[in-house]
């Protein structure tokens, strides 16, 4: 049988003398109705896919007294408000045994001596035989209060008290339901506040809960995890931790305190001064009397850094939860999914989770009913609002997404400002990083043959800027010199030249000695600039205009330039291997004012004395990592220097 929806399918007993083998056993003396497992009803597999409804039962019984003479003499037992809610009357109630209430599916009720129990159900799968959803219906002692298992696993369809004998103890003020199994995919519903309820009631309740499989991501299971060796980095998880920052109101920084506070700063009050940084207010006191860096803020209110601030590209943000991901003991960094592994294990755990790292006494978090930390979308780990991520393995870089505090966000209808009841962020923001490009330059054997110190190799741009003109001419020339002209349809491209650049200008088919090497001599001014050939061929002026293009500071330029790492030094150094890695900040890289978030092309110069002739190597660096620069070069026959 499943769930008993028919009436005609339940039987029943009367004033029994002993243990009924029917569905409902009505008792006239206790005014009891008691429902069994004898018969049709059955408690498997799922409380969604057993039980019999609400509505059922008062069918049920409506039978039974309208056909037994000696029930009719009775008051009814149950008043019906509607198929989700019903109300237990003239003195009538369940029998005594958890079965009597936790079978009734479908709706809610309210008893005689004033207890209110609410019907929980979920929509959505899960796994009857391994799935246990539960819930807190008390936020009271806020994360450290103890989860409550549902009766039955897999899905729900189940009641649960909300109100006790006389209405006390009142836990209608609050519901959260959750489904956190091992590598599978986290669910929970904040039922009041995600459909707007004031107060649960005696009633049937459906909400979202479901779970999939998420071992391709959660790569380590709780053997793993618990055997302290990550699978992939073997990093060790026991000295992974996790940090509550405290904090409150995330505000930029004002002359006139907080919002709404009247002038006065308090304790754990986050600030952004005007330098872009986040203070903590360390004790209360009258309003700033300046909003640029913290430490010059005034007033008797007194500041410190923020410990939840992280630098992300060039501005700071504000978070509240730190994982730390580094085993110190052997300085391997988790990666992505191992950080996802092990914070979704966490989730799980009945204990405190809250490592206090900083010293704030946030308080206990029992990880069951904490908040969530992390998730992928595609191949990206994303964090959960107010989640930062310390001492990841910088090859991650790239894939990870912080969620930030965002500063000024309001909740106007529950008065919180920055973030909530549950210290979550009220908006959040996906912050990246600069993305790093990221490759080997893979260099012939003849190369790594030779001595380290008698070979080099050196990354240039091609060019800094490249310019499409359709109109450039050539004016005034007189031996070397020459103005370029840009005016008409090229009006204003080529304004980013300075005196002391080279450029090398290709495309003229007319004077063709024109193409070549010119160094800028003065400053552009109504679309020309002066401007010296410097490749031994004098210009011709060019009345007409061509299409062309033009390079700034080229290679092969007095002011061809070397292209920086991502931590800002020279790509230029000695062939120490056969694959030496190189990374780019694509995102933030402008050298000599090149346009940064865009692929570059460059060369690679290498030589060696003995080894390996002289030889250059084209590649244009893209917004990826994994790539390959090969560098081969002929054997070096005729070097000697004895």
């Avoid at 049988?1 to 009924?20: I, N, Q, W």
């Amino acid at each position: 049988m499943a769930k008993v929806f028919d009436p005609t399918d339940l039987d029943h007993e009367v004033d029994v003398s002993s243990t009924s083998s029917k569905d409902l056993e009505i008792n006239t003396g206790a005014k009891t109705i008691r429902i069994t497992l004898h018969n049709n009803i059955v408690n498997t597999p799922t409380g969604a896919l057993s039980g019999v409804t609400g509505k059922c039962v008062y069918s049920k019984l409506k039978e039974i007294w309208k056909t037994d003479s000696d029930l009719n003499k009775h008051k009814f037992p149950i008043q019906m408000i509607y198929e989700a809610s019903f109300v237990w009357i003239n003195g009538w109630g369940p029998y005594a045994d958890a079965n009597s209430r936790d079978l009734i599916r479908d709706a809610g009720f309210q008893e005689t001596d004033g207890r209110e129990n609410a019907c929980i159900i979920s929509l959505g799968a899960m796994d009857a035989a391994t799935d246990q959803p539960y819930y807190t219906n008390d936020f009271t002692s806020e994360f450290a209060e103890s989860k409550i298992d549902f009766t039955f696993a897999g899905e729900i369809n189940e009641n649960i008290q909300i109100k006790g004998t006389g209405g006390s103890p009142d836990d209608s003020g609050y519901l959260k339901v959750f489904l956190r199994e091992e590598q599978k995919t986290f669910a929970s519903y904040d039922l009041l506040v995600e459909q707007g309820l004031p107060a649960l009631k005696f009633e049937a309740y459906r909400l979202p809960l479901a779970n999939g499989d998420d071992s391709l991501k959660a790569i380590d299971n709780d053997t793993t995890i618990s055997g302290d060796v990550g699978s992939e980095s073997g990093v060790k998880y026991s000295e992974l931790t996790i940090d509550y920052i405290s904090g409150a109101r995330f505000e930029t920084a004002s002359l006139t305190g907080g919002a709404g506070s009247d002038g006065i700063y308090a304790v754990d009050d986050v600030v952004q001064d005007g330098d872009g940084r986040w203070a903590r207010c360390t004790a209360t006191g009258t309003a700033i009397t300046a909003v640029q860096s913290y430490a010059s803020f005034g007033g008797t209110s007194t500041w410190e850094a923020y410990p939840g601030e992280r630098q992300i590209g060039a501005n700071y943000y504000a978070f509240n939860r730190i994982l730390d991901v580094q085993d110190t003991t052997n300085s391997y960094k988790a990666r992505l999914k191992e950080i996802h592994s092990w914070a979704q294990w966490k989730l799980r755990q009945t204990g405190d989770i809250n490592d206090d790292v900083n010293g704030d006494t946030f308080g206990t978090v029992y990880g069951n009913i904490a908040l969530p930390f992390t998730d992928f979308i595609g191949d990206t780990l994303h964090t959960k609002p107010g989640v930062f991520i310390d001492n990841y393995d910088t090859n991650d870089k790239n894939d990870i997404r912080m969620w930030d505090i965002t500063v000024d966000a309001e909740d106007t209808d529950n008065g919180w400002t920055g973030i909530n009841s549950e210290y979550a962020p009220i908006t959040s923001t996906e912050r990246e990083f600069p993305f790093v490009a990221a490759g080997n330059i893979v260099f012939s054997q003849n190369f790594v043959d030779e001595v380290d110190n008698t070979t080099r190799y050196t990354m240039y741009f091609q060019h800094i800027k490249s310019q499409a003109m359709t109109v450039l001419k050539v004016s005034g020339s007189s031996g070397a010199d020459c103005t370029l002209d840009w005016t008409g349809a090229d009006a204003g491209l080529l304004d980013f030249l300075a005196n002391g650049d080279y450029i090398r200008i290709s495309g003229f088919t007319t004077e063709t000695g024109n193409n070549g090497l010119y160094s800028i001599t003065g400053a552009p001014t109504s679309n020309t600039v002066t401007a010296t050939k410097v490749d031994g061929v004098n210009p011709t002026d060019e009345a007409t205009g061509d299409s062309c293009t033009v390079l700034e500071n080229p290679f092969e330029s007095p002011k061809a330039t070397i292209v920086d790492n991502n931590a800002g030094t020279d790509i230029d150094n000695e062939i120490t291997a056969a694959s030496i890695g190189f990374d780019f900040d694509y995102s933030n890289n402008n050298q000599e004012g090149r346009t940064a978030n865009t692929d570059a092309p460059i060369y690679v110069v290498a030589i060696a004395y003995d080894g390996a002739q002289y030889v250059l190597a084209s590649h244009t660096i893209t917004k990826s990592t994994g790539q390959s620069i090969p560098v081969n070069a002929v054997d070096e026959l005729n070097y000697e220097n004895p």
